[in-house]
C-alpha cells in the first residue's frame, strides 16, 4: 500500500505556492463552470491546466459513454507526456466543480521545463508516470482488431508498443465482442488487422505511415525553414544527436522510418550500459532518450523516411519517400543497420508467422510455454536467449561459428551456459522452413553430424549479421566495400577526390567525405556495435557540427 501510494504522490504531486506563482509569469487565470469541456481525445497541442480551485476530471472516452482516468483537485496539473511530444490528446478534461485554473500554452510548458529545473522534475516524472499507467490500462484512443497468426497483427502491435502509444487489443479468435464491433464498424474478418482510431475512424491493414497519421504522431513539417541540423534515424546514436544538439540550442529535427530505439528498441534488455546495473530494456531506453529529446525541443517525426540526399547545393536537401524534402545545414546520418535474411525459401511467407527479428515482450507472449530458435551470435541474439528462456519450454541458439567467445559479451555466454534452457548448437545452419498458413518445423543442419535434423518448432528469430541502410546516400558519399560510410581518417585521398572535397581542412573525426554530413552508429564504418559506443558518437559529433556550423 505505501508503494501504491507513493507512485500515485509522483504521478498527481500538488505544485507548492512558490512553483504556482512561477508557472503564473507563464500563463493566465480562468473561471471556469462545471460541465465544461478543456479538451477532448483527438486535440492536439491541448493547453496545460493548474487547478487553482475546483476539479477536473480526466475520463476516456468508450462505447456508449466514459471511463474515469482521474480527478485533478486543488494545486493539481493536467496532462502527460504528449505535452511535450506534441501528440494527439488521449483523454477528455472536463470541469467537475466550478472554480478558477491556470492555463499555459504547450510552447510556454516546453520553456517551463527548459528553464526551471526544480519544476521540470516534478512534471517530467508524472508525465512519464501517466503515460506508463495509460499503457498498463490499455487507455487510449486506439482499437487493434486482430489475429495471433496474422503478420499485419504483430507489425501494427509492435509499431505502437515501441511508439509508446496505449491501444487495446481485441482477438478475433478468442474474444466474443469481436462480432458485434466488426458489424458496427462493417467490417470483414478477412479485413484483420484492423485500427479503430478514436472510435471513427477505421484502418484496414494499414501501413505504420497510414496509423502514425491516424493517431497524430507527427506534427506537420514546415519544409520551407532551413533547420540547423536533421538526424536521419531515432536510434541511440541518433537520439543521442537529438539530445545534445538541442539542448544546446540547435533547430533539430529527427527523421525515423519505424520507432526510436532502432536495432537496440527491440532488445529485451541491456545490461553491460553504463549506470544501469539491473539492467534496461531497448524500449525503455529507446523512450528515455526520446522523451529527453522531445524535453529540449527537438521534433522527432515517425514514419519519415528519407529517400535521398542532395548532395549538389548548400543547404542540403533531404528528399522523403512519398513526397516533400527537408533542407539543412548539417546531418547527421544514423540510419544503423538491419538483421541480414537467411537464403531461405519460405522466409518471406513466414516472417510475422513464426519468423522475428526483435524479442520484445510481443513476441515473448506469442511463443510462451514452447520451443524456439534463435540464429545469431552476437549480442541481440544473446540478450534475446536469456530473456525467452524465462518464458518458453527451451531455447535452441543456432550459430555458424565454432563458438560465441569473438561476438558475443562474456557476461552473457556465461547466462547461456548456466541455462539448463539454452542450447548452444555451434558450427550449425538453417536449411529450411516447412509448413503451411504458419511456421510449424524448422531443419537444421550440424557441420559434425551426418544428417540433418527436423524439429517441430514454430518459432524462429533471426538476429544474424547487419546490412547498413545507406541505399539512400549511395553516389553521395564515400562507402566502404560493404557500404557502411566512411568517415574521418578512414577517407582516403581518392574517397575526397572523387567527392570533390574542398575545404582546406581535411574531414573531422566522424565526418563523411561530405562536408557537415556526419554517421554515427551502426551505419559508420569501422564502429563498436554497441549501444553505449553509439550513444557516445552520437553526443561527440554536435561539437563537431557546432564547428561546421560557425565555419
Known amino acids: 500500500m505505501a508503494e501504491t501510494n507513493d507512485r500515485r504522490a509522483q504521478m498527481f504531486p500538488p505544485l507548492s505556492p512558490a512553483q504556482i506563482t512561477r508557472l503564473s509569469k507563464l500563463g493566465r487565470r480562468r473561471s471556469v463552470k462545471k460541465g465544461e469541456i478543456l479538451f477532448d481525445q483527438g486535440d492536439a497541442d491541448p493547453s496545460f491546466f493548474v487547478v487553482l480551485t475546483g476539479a477536473i476530471e480526466i475520463v476516456q472516452p468508450v462505447e456508449g459513454g466514459e471511463q474515469r482516468v482521474t480527478m485533478h483537485l486543488p494545486h493539481e496539473f493536467t496532462g502527460e507526456i504528449n505535452m511535450l511530444t506534441g501528440r494527439r490528446s488521449l483523454v477528455r478534461g472536463r470541469v467537475a466543480e466550478d472554480g478558477e485554473l491556470l492555463v499555459i500554452d504547450s510552447n510556454a510548458l516546453r520553456t517551463l521545463v527548459q528553464t526551471d529545473a526544480e519544476v521540470s522534475e516534478l512534471l517530467m516524472r508524472a508525465f512519464i508516470l501517466r503515460r506508463t499507467a495509460l499503457i498498463a490500462k490499455a487507455q487510449g484512443d486506439a482499437t487493434l482488431v486482430g489475429s495471433r497468426h496474422s503478420a499485419g497483427t504483430l507489425r501494427i502491435k509492435e509499431f505502437l508498443t515501441r511508439n509508446g502509444h496505449p491501444y487495446t487489443y481485441l482477438d478475433v479468435e478468442r474474444d466474443e465482442c469481436v462480432q458485434a464491433l466488426l458489424d458496427r464498424f462493417h467490417v470483414q474478418v478477412t479485413d484483420v488487422p484492423v485500427l479503430i482510431c478514436r472510435g471513427e475512424r477505421v484502418l484496414r491493414n494499414p501501413t505504420d505511415a497510414e496509423v502514425a497519421e491516424c493517431l497524430g504522431f507527427n506534427r506537420a513539417i514546415d519544409e520551407s525553414v532551413v533547420r540547423d541540423l536533421v538526424v536521419v534515424g531515432a536510434g541511440p546514436a541518433g537520439l543521442a544527436a537529438a539530445v545534445y544538439g538541442a539542448s544546446e540550442g540547435l533547430d533539430v529535427l529527427v527523421l525515423e522510418a519505424t520507432a526510436?530505439?532502432?536495432?537496440?528498441?527491440?532488445?529485451?534488455?541491456?545490461?553491460?550500459?553504463?549506470?544501469?546495473?539491473?539492467?534496461?530494456?531497448?524500449?525503455?531506453?529507446?523512450?528515455?532518450?526520446?522523451?529527453?529529446?522531445?524535453?529540449?525541443?527537438?521534433?522527432?517525426?515517425?514514419?519519415?523516411?528519407?529517400?535521398?540526399?542532395?548532395?549538389?547545393?548548400?543547404?542540403?536537401?533531404?528528399?522523403?519517400?512519398?513526397?516533400?524534402?527537408?533542407?539543412?545545414?548539417?546531418?547527421?546520418?544514423?540510419?544503423?543497420?538491419?538483421?541480414?535474411?537467411?537464403?531461405?525459401?519460405?522466409?518471406?511467407?513466414?516472417?510475422?508467422?513464426?519468423?522475428?527479428?526483435?524479442?520484445?515482450?510481443?513476441?515473448?507472449?506469442?511463443?510462451?510455454?514452447?520451443?524456439?530458435?534463435?540464429?545469431?551470435?552476437?549480442?541481440?541474439?544473446?540478450?534475446?536467449?536469456?530473456?525467452?528462456?524465462?518464458?518458453?519450454?527451451?531455447?535452441?541458439?543456432?550459430?555458424?561459428?565454432?563458438?560465441?567467445?569473438?561476438?558475443?559479451?562474456?557476461?552473457?555466454?556465461?547466462?547461456?551456459?548456466?541455462?539448463?534452457?539454452?542450447?548452444?548448437?555451434?558450427?550449425?545452419?538453417?536449411?529450411?522452413?516447412?509448413?503451411?498458413?504458419?511456421?510449424?518445423?524448422?531443419?537444421?543442419?550440424?557441420?559434425?553430424k551426418p544428417a540433418s535434423e527436423t524439429h517441430a518448432i514454430r518459432h524462429l528469430f533471426l538476429m544474424t549479421g547487419a546490412s547498413p541502410n545507406t541505399a539512400w546516400v549511395k553516389g553521395c558519399i564515400a562507402l566502404d566495400a560493404k557500404d557502411f560510410v566512411k568517415t574521418g581518417q578512414d577517407l582516403l585521398a581518392d574517397d575526397l577526390k572523387a567527392a570533390h572535397w574542398q575545404l582546406q581542412r581535411a574531414p573531422y573525426l566522424l565526418e563523411t567525405s561530405l562536408p557537415g554530413v556526419f554517421a554515427v552508429g551502426d551505419v559508420r564504418s569501422g564502429s563498436v556495435k554497441r549501444v553505449a559506443s553509439a550513444v557516445g558518437e552520437g553526443s561527440i559529433c554536435i561539437q563537431l557540427v557546432h564547428k561546421v556550423l560557425a565555419d
Not at 285 to 292: D, E, H, K, M, N
Not at 403 to 408: D, E, P, R, T
Not at 419 to 431: A, D, M, N, V
Open 260 to 448: 526510436p530505439g532502432g536495432q537496440a528498441g527491440s532488445s529485451s534488455k541491456i545490461e553491460n550500459y553504463l549506470g544501469f546495473p539491473t539492467g534496461i530494456s531497448g524500449e525503455a531506453l529507446a523512450g528515455r532518450a526520446f522523451t529527453q529529446a522531445e524535453k529540449f525541443g527537438a521534433e522527432i517525426s515517425i514514419t519519415r523516411v528519407a529517400k535521398s540526399l542532395d548532395c549538389s547545393k548548400l543547404p542540403y536537401s533531404i528528399a522523403l519517400e512519398g513526397g516533400g524534402a527537408i533542407q539543412a545545414r548539417a546531418v547527421v546520418i544514423a540510419t544503423g543497420a538491419r538483421y541480414r535474411k537467411l537464403p531461405l525459401a519460405e522466409l518471406s511467407r513466414f516472417e510475422g508467422r513464426g519468423i522475428y527479428y526483435g524479442a520484445t515482450a510481443v513476441e515473448a507472449q506469442l511463443c510462451e510455454g514452447e520451443a524456439v530458435v534463435i540464429v545469431g551470435g552476437g549480442n541481440s541474439a544473446g540478450q534475446a536467449a536469456v530473456f525467452l528462456a524465462r518464458s518458453v519450454r527451451h531455447v535452441h541458439l543456432v550459430v555458424r561459428a565454432e563458438g560465441l567467445a569473438a561476438s558475443m559479451s562474456r557476461y552473457l555466454i556465461r547466462r547461456i551456459e548456466e541455462s539448463p534452457s539454452i542450447t548452444l548448437h555451434t558450427r550449425t545452419e538453417i536449411e529450411a522452413l516447412l509448413g503451411k498458413d504458419e511456421l510449424q518445423e524448422v531443419r537444421w543442419r550440424d557441420a559434425a
